[in-house]
């Protein structure tokens, strides 16, 4: 079983390049072998929280292909009311904050305050984390930090804790955020392989995995930024790593079976 953690429905950035309704993503889904995929609304992200949500919502219950992430967030704090569709729905699984989309620094105190509020009534949020040189809007050691407070819910950071191109050395992926994330040792924490520098450079997965260990890395692709190529070469790149089938298993369902609840 393949099971990708991080998928939008809908339109990303405006662009009909990345843009998918439910149907398309389940042909997503069916060429590139993925068998479950968690979604959020980018809707919700990139223009309103509540019709995103409740959009999702109406998706959701029309298919067993996909699980669901409410968005939520503290420059739209009415959002909280929306932490009720993981009680109406069980095809919501949880919470995805993206503070990039949203305009807001993770680590200001009143918005980490708000978030850290809303981490101890859902069983798991998935995170975006500035994954650009220059960014840093949601720092993955602020999301830890978070995660740390938080030792009952579970928490996903978003494109590999950060991995980056450097703008200067634009042919050396930098995977230090990734590398103080798992220096922390923290078990409520998983990473997910959502960017597409895993499968562009020789040996980044491999480095990962040796990084952050089979047992904490999970794996997503970003759909529908990534289309069904993509995502079936995230796949095999996986599928190459020389380590055990059972740390293959790990990352491509099992550890994201813990993690949602499923």
């Given at each position: 079983m393949i099971i990708d953690i991080h998928g939008h429905l809908g339109n990303i950035n405006f662009s009909r390049f990345w843009q998918a309704d439910a149907k398309a993503l389940e042909s997503y889904c069916v060429k590139s072998g993925v068998d479950k995929l968690c979604?959020?609304?980018?809707?919700?992200?990139?223009?309103?929280?509540?019709?995103?949500?409740?959009?999702?919502?109406?998706?959701l219950k029309t298919t067993d292909r996909f699980y669901g992430y409410v968005?939520?967030?503290?420059?739209?704090?009415?959002?909280?009311?929306?932490?009720?569709?993981?009680?109406?729905?069980?095809?919501?699984?949880?919470?995805?904050?993206?503070?990039?989309?949203?305009?807001?620094?993770?680590s200001t105190r009143s918005n980490r305050e708000w978030v850290e509020e809303a981490a101890d009534k859902t069983p798991m949020m998935l995170f975006h984390v500035s994954c650009m040189a220059g960014t840093g809007f949601s720092d993955p050691l602020t999301v830890a930090e978070i995660a740390k407070n938080h030792p009952k819910t579970k928490f996903?950071?978003?494109?590999?804790?950060?991995?980056?191109q450097n703008d200067h050395y634009p042919y050396f992926?930098?995977?230090?955020?990734?590398?103080?994330?798992?220096?922390?040792?923290?078990?409520n924490v998983w990473i997910d392989t959502a960017h597409f520098l895993m499968y562009v450079?020789?040996?980044?997965?491999?480095?990962?995995?040796?990084?952050?260990?089979?047992?904490?890395?999970?794996?997503?692709?970003?759909?529908?930024?990534?289309?069904?190529?993509?995502?079936?070469?995230?796949?095999?790149?996986?599928?190459?790593?020389?380590?055990?089938?059972?740390?293959?298993?790990?990352?491509?369902?099992?550890?994201a079976k813990k993690v949602l609840g499923v």
């Open positions: 979604l959020s609304s980018s809707r919700a992200i990139m223009y309103d929280v509540a019709e995103g949500n409740a959009e999702l919502d109406k998706v968005v939520l967030s503290p420059t739209f704090p009415e959002s909280i009311r929306d932490l009720a569709y993981l009680k109406s729905n069980p095809k919501f699984r949880g919470v995805k904050i993206h503070p990039d989309y949203h305009g807001y620094v993770l996903v950071l978003a494109h590999m804790a950060g991995t980056f992926p930098n995977l230090d955020n990734l590398e103080k994330v798992a220096d922390m040792g923290l078990p450079y020789p040996g980044v997965m491999e480095k990962m995995v040796k990084i952050a260990s089979a047992d904490h890395i999970v794996f997503g692709t970003d759909a529908p930024l990534q289309g069904p190529m993509q995502m079936k070469f995230a796949i095999d790149v996986i599928e190459a790593l020389d380590i055990p089938r059972k740390d293959k298993n790990k990352i491509l369902s099992g550890n």
